[in-house]
C-alpha cells in the first residue's frame, strides 16, 4: 500500500464476494464500471461514450467504499480516493492542484477507477455555497471531467449521503449521469452480510442468521460488521475469564481454544 497526501493506491483484497445483499445494485454498477474498463471497444460499435461517472448515494455504512474498492480489485485498475472534505480542508488553497494531480496520475497509470467520496463537500450545491473558492473547485473538477478523454479507462465512482446537496451540474450527462441508490438492506440482505462477517469464525451450532436478521432490523453492513466484531469479543471474553493473568504469561489450554465458539448468547 502506497499512500500520499490523498493520493492511495490500495491493494487491500477486497472484492465482490465480500459484499452482501446487492446483487442487483453491483450488477449495475459493474456494467458501468467493469464494462468501458474491460472492453473499450464495445462502446465504439455501438456509438456512445462510455460512462464517465457513476454516483453511489445511501446512509453511511451501506458499502459505498467497499463496492469501489472490490471494483478496483477485480479489475486490477489503480485505485485512488479523493476524500471531499479532506480535499476542501486540508489542502486549503491546494485543493485545484490536488485535483488535477489526481486525474492526471490515474490517466497515467489507466485503467483507473477515481473513488470520490463524500462528493457533496467538493461540489455542493454552488448558490449555497457562494464562496469564490468553492466556486473554483466546483468549476475545476467539472473540467476535469469534461477533459477526460481515455475512453472509460478512467472510471470515476462517487458517493454521497445527500445526493440533493450536489450542484446538478455534477449530475448532468456526460458527468456522473448514473446513479445508484444504496438502500439500508433488507432481511435476506442482512442474512448475506452476517454470513459474510462471521465466515471465518468458529460458530456454535445454535447460531441462527434468521434469528439475528430478524432482530436488527435498520441495521446498515457497518452495523452488522460490527456487531459480528463484538460478538467475537464477547465470546473471547467468556473463554478467557483470565485475560490479565493471561497476559502476564499465561497460556491457554489447547483445549479452551479448541472449544472457543460465538454461540447465540453472544450476539
Ligand atoms: P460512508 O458513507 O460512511 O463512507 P460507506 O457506504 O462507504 O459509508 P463502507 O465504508 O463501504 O460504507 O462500509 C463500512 C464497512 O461496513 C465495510 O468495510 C464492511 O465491513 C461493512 N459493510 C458495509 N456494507 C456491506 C455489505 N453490503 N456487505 C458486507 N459488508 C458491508
Known sequence: ??????????????????????DKELQRIREMV???????????????????????????GTGKTMIARAMANETN????VINGPEVINKFYGESEQKLRNIFQEAQQNAPSIIFIDELDALAPKRPETGGEVER?????????MDGLTSRGQ??????????NALDPAIRRPGRFDREIPLRVP?????????????????????????????????FVGADLAALCREAAMVALRRNLPRIN??????F????????????????
Open 136 to 144: 473554483r473547485i466546483v468549476g475545476q473538477l467539472l473540467a476535469l
Open 186 to 218: 433488507d432481511i435476506r440482505g442482512r442474512i448475506e452480510v452476517l454470513k459474510i462477517h462471521s465466515r471465518n469464525a468458529a460458530l456454535a451450532p445454535d447460531v441462527d442468521f434468521n434469528r439475528l436478521a430478524q432482530m436488527t432490523p435498520g
Open 154 to 163: 478512467v472510471v470515476l465512482i462517487g458517493a454521497t449521503n445527500q445526493p
Open 34 to 60: 467493469e464494462l468501458p474498463l474491460k472492453f473499450p471497444a464495445v462502446f465504439d460499435r455501438v456509438g456512445i461514450e462510455p460512462p464517465k461517472g457513476v454516483l453511489l448515494y445511501g446512509p453511511p
Open 1 to 22: 500500500i502506497q499512500t500520499r497526501d490523498t493520493i492511495t493506491l490500495d491493494t487491500t483484497a477486497v472484492g465482490y464476494k465480500d459484499i452482501g445483499g446487492l
Open 245 to 250: 493473568e493471561l497476559l502476564q504469561g499465561g
Open 252 to 267: 491457554i489450554p489447547y483445549e479452551t481454544l479448541v472449544n472457543l465458539q460465538i454461540t447465540m448468547n453472544d450476539f
Open 77 to 80: 485498475s489503480a485505485f485512488y
